[in-house]
């Protein structure tokens, strides 16, 4: 029996309201200036644990530049789709720019890292073929993978014997291909990419990795996973976004250029709907460069990455296999994980909470983010409100 508009549209409407009574409604709250390790929330000065800032570049003078020399060139934006009057020598660059960062030959720009995953693989893979996937992969993966008609499958998360017993199984499709988060986004943990480069290999399929958390973020230099693991090669299909290290919008794929070409000519969001404005490629140009030329913002992060998880790991939370910039403080409950988040929000910390369905029932958490820009205080005060606050809920 099929459910009425409106009764769908109450009971979503209906629990947001209730959290919002009972003062848990954690979601949508307005930064009131430049997203830094310190934000104004609720006209508060709060420690930033909330963002995707990881090199901490929104405020960077080069980047501003680089989008006011832009909206002076070029304007505002295109007024029309790359393929007819919407491509600028900026695009041009940028594409080139994250091809040499990720080490490809060519890359394609689109304008969200959700509508690059949901181009790509609708564009790439067909009926016959099949699409393996971790379970806990982002929302756009599996509605790219829904929307593409190809038969997907998805293993345990990072469960390297269940993805080799659907390899072993798929011999009847055309082609195959593995695709995984660099660095899962509710978890902060890696993707075991030697192993899953190993099986594809044995079993003939390819590799695509979104990239949106490890840009910036792992490897030596920040260049991403194939750097953290020191590997070459193992990926044929880089996906990433401009909204996260890189403060800009948009997403990319980086891979061989007969591949980009086709993407070019083949993949429907780039040619039926207009790209990143000029202002955006240019900015996000601009952040490439100094995620190169200012190594210290990477090292700083490592540092600090290591310090907050050691600090809150050490006071009894459950911050399951996080190793990097994301660190979860699973709780459980949804209501002790909301009481939580109430409490550390009051306490100074800018953090929110994540429940089902973002994740599954029973492991709902607060996710914290780490910037290179905290300072030791900033990590050791957020440390304690978690201490105090945690102890006091009886949660550690
Ligand atoms: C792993 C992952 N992929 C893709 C995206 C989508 O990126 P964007 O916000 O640029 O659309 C996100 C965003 O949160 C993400 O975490």
């Known amino acids: ?148 008609g190809a038969r997907y499958k998805t293993f345990l998360h990072n469960d390297m014997g269940r993805l080799e017993a659907i390899l072993k199984d798929s011999d009847n499709y055309v082609n195959k291909i593995i695709i995984v988060d660099g660095v899962y986004s509710m978890d902060g943990d890696v993707a075991n990419l030697p192993e899953i480069s190993r099986l594809a290999k044995k079993y003939k399929a390819k590799v695509m990795v979104d990239e949106a958390h490890s840009i910036g973020v792992l490897g030596k230099t920040g260049h991403g996973i194939e750097e953290y693991f020191g590997l070459e090669n193992a990926v044929d299909i880089h996906m990433g976004t401009l909204s996260k290290t890189i403060p800009s919008v948009g997403g990319y794929i980086a891979a061989e250029k007969s591949m980009i070409d086709y993407l070019r000519h083949n993949s429907r969001p780039f040619i039926f709907s207009a790209p990143i404005p000029p202002v955006n490629a240019a900015v996000a140009i601009a952040a490439l460069e100094v995620i190169e030329d200012e190594p210290e913002r990477v090292e700083n992060l490592h540092r600090n990455m290591e310090r907050y998880r050691v600090g809150i790991q050490s006071m009894g939370y459950n911050i399951g296999d996080s190793v990097t910039a994301i660190v979860p403080i699973i709780v459980g409950g949804e209501e002790e994980t909301l009481q939580l988040c109430k409490m550390v929000n009051e306490m100074g910390v800018f953090i929110c909470p994540i429940v089902y369905p973002a994740v599954s029932k029973g492991t709902s958490r607060l996710r914290s983010h780490v910037l290179t820009n905290h300072t030791v205080e900033d990590i050791d005060e957020a440390l304690s409100i978690f201490e105090k606050a945690g102890k006091s809920l009886g949660i550690i």
């Open 1 to 148: 029996m099929g459910i009425l508009l409106k009764d769908r549209i109450n009971q979503v409407n209906q629990r947001a309201n209730q959290m919002k009574e009972n003062g848990t409604f954690f979601w949508l709250k307005t930064i009131e200036n430049s997203s830094q390790s310190r934000v104004m929330v609720d006209q508060k000065e709060k420690i930033m644990l909330a963002s995707y800032n990881y090199l901490a570049l929104i405020d960077h003078p080069k980047l501003k530049e680089a989008g006011i020399k832009a909206i002076e060139k070029y304007g505002t934006g295109t007024s029309g789709v790359r393929f007819l009057s919407g491509t600028t020598e900026v695009h041009k660059k940028l594409e080139a720019k994250i091809a040499q960062f990720k080490g490809a030959d060519d890359a394609i720009t689109y304008t969200s890292g959700y509508v690059t995953n949901l181009a790509a693989i609708t564009a790439l893979f067909q009926k016959d073929d099949i699409l393996i996937i971790d379970k806990i992969d982002h929302a756009s993966i599996i509605d790219g993978c829904m929307l593409s």
